[in-house]
Every structure is written in structure tokens, then in C-alpha cells.
């Protein structure tokens, strides 16, 4: 079990180029918000604590390439725009997390905290 949570969340953390987060029954709201911090160390490559345009465009570039698409500025401007709350023209982790839970929190129906077979299933 603890494998299979631990494969889905690499598996989400890999998918995370703007698409919906596909939510893996089992997977708990803490789990999502820790796929959501590695999401962003993976994202700020440089380590200052912030996602500049051109990292997010690098790493949505790696992401849709690992599933054979390609990737445009466009799509890239407009993920900026919906993550960045706070008009800084960067994304923080934070920024992240509040769309990545927020995804969560949707397919959360029930609101227990899990994703269930049923939630994973919609």
C-alpha cells in the first residue's frame, strides 16, 4: 500500500504542467501537500525560494516531454497567471500548494482527508 501511494505521488508530481493533478485513491491531504513541496523544489531550480517564468517554462517543457507533447509560451503565460496570486511575476511554493490542495479538495468529495476509490474514480 505504502508503495503503490508512494508511486501515485510521483506519478502526480510528474504530471504537473498545468493539467488537472490526477488524485489517487489513498492518497491523504498531507501527501498532496507534500507532492506539492517537492513539486516546487523541483520547479525552482535555482533555489532562491521563488519559480521565475523561464523555470516554469523549463519545467512544464520537461514534464509535457516525458508524455510526448510539446510545449508553448502561451500555455506557459497563462499557468502564470493563474498561479500568481500576488502579481510578483513569480510562483512560490505556497502559490502551488493553494492550487494543487485546491484540486485535492475537489476531488475530495466526502471531505475525510482521502482520496477514495470511488473520488480517484470521477
Given at each position: ?5 508512494k508511486i501515485a ?59 510526448g507533447e510539446t ?52
Amino acid at each position: 500500500m505504502i508503495k503503490t501511494v508512494k508511486i501515485a505521488m510521483t506519478i502526480g508530481a510528474l504530471l504537473l504542467s498545468g493539467q488537472a493533478l490526477a488524485q489517487k485513491a489513498g492518497q491523504t491531504r498531507a501527501e498532496a501537500q507534500a507532492a506539492s513541496a517537492k513539486k516546487f523544489r523541483n520547479l525552482d531550480a535555482d533555489g532562491n525560494g521563488k519559480g521565475s517564468p523561464a523555470e516554469l517554462l523549463a519545467f512544464m517543457t520537461k514534464a509535457a516531454e516525458k508524455r510526448g507533447e510539446t510545449m508553448d509560451q502561451a500555455k506557459v503565460d497563462r499557468r502564470l497567471k493563474r498561479l500568481d496570486t500576488d502579481g510578483d511575476g513569480n510562483v512560490s511554493a505556497a502559490e502551488l500548494a493553494a492550487e494543487d490542495l485546491a484540486k485535492f479538495d475537489k476531488a475530495d468529495v466526502n471531505r475525510n482527508g482521502v482520496i477514495d476509490a470511488d473520488e480517484a474514480a470521477q
